[in-house]
């Protein structure tokens, strides 16, 4: 049984199955983000005054992703409309340069969230607080690199700026600075924990809304991979319908990277 209005569009939409498929699970995606984009803002809203973090993230590796993600948006659309021109080959070249922009985007995540898990908040017996990033650990002590130390009883926003200023020293003086590492042994340890989503609302939040976005990004990636490998099989035998889903997971990866360009500056820059 042949489906109808797989290529030709519908007469009471003007459009083709596919494409009102996706104009309605993106009507979905756009409840779920937001509302989570909604609960950011109440939490930041309804936070303390010095309560709420600001700089505990590196905009670099956020902005690189940013331009990775504009870029995969054009390819994108070179693809499907290298396919409207009938160059197949321009087609696997633009969807393939989408690909990889979808993994380099993956990768400097999974790079950011690495940095986080080995960031180790320290709260030490005679009541000091200590920030670093955790380079050995053995049954007895730990070692942090570029360690910053201040009252326990300091304000988040107030710890986050004296972070960011000590990364900064540590990145003007470049090279290898294991001097600085700080020895604590474990039996001058209160509390220890890690910036995971569990360390403060903030991050919490942040993880919430990068992780789910880069579920996202890897399910968008798999199709447009699967399109671009033994799913392009279809152009010989049904070429305009091809093209349709090409233009189909476009339009989902458009949301994605409109996703993004919402994220980057709500979590890096504000």
């Known amino acids: 049984m042949e489906v109808p209005y797989t290529d030709t569009n519908r007469p ?5 199955n596919a494409k009102v498929g996706i104009w309605l699970f993106l009507a979905s995606e756009v409840m779920l983000f937001g509302a989570l984009f909604s609960a950011y803002i109440l939490l930041r809203v309804g936070a303390m005054p010095g309560h709420w973090p600001t700089g505990l993230l590196d905009v670099g590796p956020g902005f690189v992703n940013t331009l990775v993600l504009i870029l995969s948006s054009v390819t994108v659309v070179m693809a499907w409309a290298s ?3 009938n160059d197949f080959k321009k087609f696997k070249f633009y969807q393939g340069i989408t690909v990889i922009c979808a993994l380099l985007f993956v990768v400097i995540k999974s790079f950011e969230y690495k940095s986080k898990f080995t960031h180790h908040d320290v709260i030490l017996k005679d009541g000091m607080r200590v920030d670093g990033h955790l380079v050995e650990e053995t049954d007895e002590f730990i070692v942090l ?20 200023e000590a990364e900064h020293h540590a990145h003007e003086a470049g090279g290898d600075h294991h001097h600085e590492d700080r020895k604590i042994m474990l039996d001058d340890i209160e509390k220890r924990t890690t910036w995971g989503p569990w360390a403060n609302t903030y991050l919490a939040i942040y993880f919430t809304l990068t992780g789910l976005h880069a579920l996202h990004v890897i399910a968008g990636a798999l199709v447009i991979a699967y399109f671009w490998g033994p799913g392009s099989k279809m152009w010989k035998t049904h070429p305009e319908q091809f093209a349709n889903r090409i233009e189909v997971s476009g339009l989902f990866w458009h949301f994605v990277d409109l996703v993004w360009i919402f994220l980057f500056p709500i979590l890096y820059l504000l």
Not at 151 to 161: N, Q
């Open 12 to 16: 009471d939409t003007g459009l083709y």
């Open 83 to 85: 396919l409207k021109l």
């Open 145 to 164: 690199s570029h360690p910053v130390s201040y009252p326990a009883e300091k304000g988040i926003r107030e710890r986050a700026v004296a972070i960011k």
